[in-house]
């Protein structure tokens, strides 16, 4: 007499394994959508009118902007972007839109501009170190340097 008292039970238990498996793997492949900031909305967006609304107009309307320019505070960007990601790949923008709004010296809006996904432009990253002062040390001459060196201290000595 076998060990096993009920046969069907592992062929019932392999049909059940192979759905849960192909689910797990179709649920991999599924892309993951991303949404970072919120596009303005375009009534909003309509009701600034350049040369009258002001600063104040724009953040009561909008919001806070996503950005500054770096130097001052001339252009206020709303930038928003939906990626979608596969598993470990690196995301692919899916939609970008960028509205700028730019201010004169009084703090009125001078101009609106709306930037899509086709405007885009690729950045070439610079890879650069900037050096730095002093030796190279390997991590032995680290360890062995400090050896020694804090052992004559006492609670409340500040000398060196």
């Known amino acids: 007499m076998s060990h096993d008292q009920n046969p069907g039970r592992k062929t019932r238990f392999l049909p059940i394994l192979a759905v849960l498996l192909a689910t797990t793997a179709v649920a991999a492949c599924t892309g993951i959508i ?20 002001t ?6 309307t ?22 979608e990601t596969f598993a470990f790949y690196k995301p ?3 939609d970008q839109q960028v509205v700028a709004i730019a201010f004169d010296d009084k703090g009125r809006v001078r101009s609106i501009q709306r930037y899509g996904l086709d405007d885009a432009r690729d950045v070439e990253i610079v890879d ?33």
Do not use: C, H
């Open 92 to 94: 692919k923008v899916l």
């Open 55 to 60: 600063r104040a107009d724009v953040m009561q």
């Open 34 to 53: 991303d949404q970072r900031g919120n596009p303005p909305d375009p009534v909003a967006l309509e009701s600034l009118v350049p040369g009258k609304a």
């Open 128 to 160: 650069r170190v900037t050096p730095t002062g002093g030796r190279k040390l390997t991590v032995l001459q680290q360890l062995i340097g400090n050896l020694g060196r804090f052992a004559g201290k006492k609670n409340g000595d500040s000398s060196p």
């Open 62 to 83: 909008l919001g806070s902007p996503s950005s500054a320019a770096a130097f001052g505070d001339e252009v206020w960007y709303y930038i928003a972007t939906r990626t």
